[in-house]
């Protein structure tokens, strides 16, 4: 059974500090990942996709890739009371498979 | 922009009916697919299509059907709803397969309740 695996939070983070938010992957063969940003009552939209070991920077945010170590995570630089939402990892190799996610609180 | 458009926001059926959730896209996607998503279990994926008249079970394709004859419009069917069939539905597109294609893009989500 392929799994990605988030730490469901709530994580809490006061404005303006960097948030930091992980995620884990059973299937060695994934080859591109994704975090998508799900606001209360909407649906999810896609903020990072990232297919290289390595960072990747767009903005305020930040994936970065581990494939030795299986994770992918998403810094979230300057955070902003809009930045609080459930952030989605999902993670590709031959169907796309969703963490649960993980709800981030941004207090001012 | 891609625009995924689902025909209801809200919906309200009763046990017993059968239910219809339309879906169309309009950027010539090649994917299409159906989730849906209860707190807690994040999203599960309830059946996909790659072309035209094609369809593949998703995790939990029970109880559902799709349909896509065109294809901009992939619709959900639920053959006799069941209470347990309250959830958010999200319908996603996108371009293809291949792993720079498999970026989605969601509609806004039919809130389907069965009484």
Known sequence: QKEVEQNSGPLSVPEGAIASLNCTYSDRGSQSFFWYRQYSGKSPELIMFIYSNGDKEDGRFTAQLNKASQYVSLLIRDSQPSDSATYLCAVWGYQLIWGAGTKLIIKP | ?115
Not at chain 2, 24 to 49: A, C, K, T
Not at chain 2, 70 to 78: G, M, P, T, V
Request: one cysteine or more.
């Open chain 2, 1 to 115: 922009d891609v625009k995924v458009t689902q025909s209801s926001r809200y919906l309200v059926k009763r046990t017993g009916e059968k239910v219809f959730l339309e879906c169309v896209q309009d950027m010539d996607h090649e994917n299409m697919f159906w989730y849906r998503q209860d707190p807690g279990l994040g999203l599960r994926l309830i059946y996909f299509s790659y072309d035209v008249k094609m369809k593949e079970k998703g995790d939990i394709p029970e109880g559902y059907s799709v349909s896509r004859e065109k294809k901009e419009r992939f619709s959900l069917i639920l053959e006799s709803a069941s209470t347990n069939q309250t959830s958010m539905y999200l319908c996603a597109s996108s371009l293809g397969v291949g792993v720079a294609n498999e970026k989605l893009f969601f509609g806004s989500g039919t809130q389907l309740s069965v009484l």
